[in-house]
């Protein structure tokens, strides 16, 4: 879907969300994945990672804005996907968190990467270190997110937003982006080169 949105010139501006109200992405199933994980041996995990990695990547390098409709909980991979897009906007009952310690891997999907550039390296630390989730107000406040909205306003606003953007010019934004993400922030791919 990432590439379809790159190369059709009518996208303006991507929104990712989670199907229903009680999640955005809850990240791997610990009952799924660690047995499957154990089985793939050094090799295997590394290329396990990468897929997830490389859609992280697409969303960072889509020339076009991504905004996160964050409807309920995400933790793990699915708070790196969220932390990975754009603006985040965040119904109140969403919550997020860095649960990766809890498994005992590493934020390989971008939490180590993008947290402190979002809140500040000892929150970052404190937030991925205790696998601790908080909730979307609590995000707001420390900067990890753009803007918490009641429920039922959660999709006028996401709506709302992207329309704006959209009407902006498709070359200023494509262009703007790139030169926040690739001279702000670094490097992520040297940051998944270190995580593997």
């Known amino acids: 879907a990432l590439i379809w949105a790159r190369d059709d010139g009518s996208v303006r501006v ?24 154990s089985t793939l041996g050094s090799a295997g995990m590394v290329a396990d990672a990468r897929i997830a990695q490389d859609t992280i990547l697409r969303i960072r390098e889509l020339g076009k804005p991504v905004i996160a409709r964050v409807n309920g909980v995400a933790v793990g991979g699915g708070c790196d996907i ?16 860095e649960f990766w310690i809890l498994r005992g891997i590493l934020p390989a999907m971008g939490g180590g990467y993008f947290l402190p550039r ?10 991925i270190f205790t696998g601790d989730r908080i909730d979307a107000t609590e995000a707001e406040r420390i900067g990890m997110i753009n803007r918490v909205v009641e429920a039922d306003e959660l ?12 009407e902006r010019s498709a070359l200023a ?22 995580s593997a």
């Open 14 to 37: 991507v929104v990712i969300t989670g199907a229903g109200d009680r999640a955005f992405c809850a990240g791997g199933d610990k009952h799924l994945d660690l047995p499957v994980l």
């Open 82 to 97: 969220a932390l990975a897009c754009d603006i985040v906007i965040a119904s109140r009952t969403a919550s997020f968190g």
């Open 118 to 127: 979002l809140v500040g390296t000892h929150r970052a630390k404190e937030l």
């Open 155 to 166: 999709d006028e606003a996401v709506d709302a937003l992207a329309r704006r953007i959209a």
């Open 173 to 194: 934004l494509g262009i703007s982006k790139k030169l926040i993400d690739v001279h702000a922030e670094g490097s992520l791919a040297s940051y998944f080169e270190a």
